[in-house]
């Protein structure tokens, strides 16, 4: 017998397969859903410049990568739409032939066994880029429910798997609960933006998008980073209107709510690797100041944070290394 310490750590680090057998997180493609940015037109792709690897395309173009995303393994897709035309209060977020709903309704008939999630607010649509109806300088809450409870129907109609609000309005969940019940979707699950903080990290996306806000900014209805227990009141609050995934973004800056709400509600969360976060880590890997596994490691992070589901738009890079 010795004093030297019994507990060895490297017993189990020397190498494959022990350490495949003790590892306590797994992330794998079925658990990633990959963002896609749908634009009006046909055969348009367009790159974005600050998200290597991530294109604006039309609803054909995004077949060829819905399609790819299934035979990878991953779980689903994400769908931001871009509308023809932007109005004071994004009337074509609800349009029977919109863009989301035309890569929908494509997405559904041709790659079946596949996710469809999309995305439910106004930023994208309105001519001045906030979430909800503006009067003056103000985003209205009530008057801007209706609205999204009308774009979850229509994605519904079109045949979404899965209606993620993001606006982060107060009680749009059961608003879009009620009214997606009325039209006979009662079993179709609603992902709500629970805790959605107003962050630096979302500027890539607003390029993607183009829902860059035309005044102000998303202070007034997004939270507050320096809040975490806020999160568990958003996130109690969706839960009892409805929601059945609840989403915290962003990820990375956000780990420890992420794991909070986790803990505290048992409810399948997921949580948005956002644009900003992955842009910064391309941008580091494009000038070889970090190689590719930061990147996994990062997803990782979130998983071992307690994400069930992980958004990222590195799912297809990840999936095929996988
Ligand atoms: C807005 C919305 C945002 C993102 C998704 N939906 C950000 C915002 O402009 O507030 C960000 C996603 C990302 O940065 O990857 N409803
Ligand atoms: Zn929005």
């Not at 493609?29 to 600050?50: C, D, N, Y």
């Not at 995305?119 to 801007?144: A, F, K, R």
Request: charged share 30%; aromatic share 6%.
């Amino acid at each position: 017998m010795t004093d030297f310490p019994l507990f060895r750590g490297r017993r189990l680090r020397r190498g494959e397969p022990l350490r495949s057998l003790v590892r306590e997180t797994r992330l794998v493609p079925e658990q990633l859903l990959l963002p896609l940015f749908v634009e009006p037109g046909e055969g348009r792709r367009t790159a974005i410049a600050s998200m290597p690897g991530v294109d604006r395309t039309s609803v054909d173009e995004a077949l060829g990568d819905a399609r790819e995303a299934k035979e990878l393994g991953i779980g689903g897709v994400l769908l931001f739409g871009i509308p023809e035309r932007k109005d004071e209060v994004g009337s074509e977020a609800w349009a029977a032939d919109g863009t989301v709903q035309r890569a929908v309704r494509a997405i559904k008939a041709e790659i079946p066994g596949l996710l469809v999630v999309t995305d439910v607010c106004l930023c994208e649509y309105t001519s001045h880029g906030h979430c909800g109806v503006v009067e003056g300088e103000e985003v209205l809450n009530d008057p801007t429910l209706d609205l999204l409870a009308r774009a979850a129907v229509s994605h519904a109609k079109a045949g979404a798997d899965i209606v993620a609000p993001s606006d982060m309005m107060d009680g749009r969940v059961g608003v879009i609960r009620d009214a997606l019940d009325d039209a006979g979707f009662l079993e179709l699950p609603i992902m709500s933006y629970a805790a959605k903080y107003a962050s630096a990290f979302y500027g890539p996306f607003r390029e993607a998008a183009q829902s860059a806000p035309a005044f102000g900014d998303r202070r007034g209805y997004q939270m507050d980073p320096a809040n975490a227990e806020e999160a568990l009141r958003e996130a109690f609050a969706d839960l009892e209107e409805g929601a059945d995934i609840i989403l915290v973004k962003p990820a990375l800056a956000y780990l420890d709510v992420i794991r909070m709400v986790k803990d505290e509600t048992g409810a399948p969360v997921a949580a948005f690797h956002v644009s900003g976060e992955y842009a910064a880590i391309m941008a580091a890997i494009e000038r070889g100041w970090l190689d590719e596994r930061a990147m996994t490691e990062a997803l990782l992070s979130i998983r071992r944070a307690g994400a069930d589901v992980v958004i990222s738009y590195w799912a297809r890079e990840f999936a095929r290394r996988s």
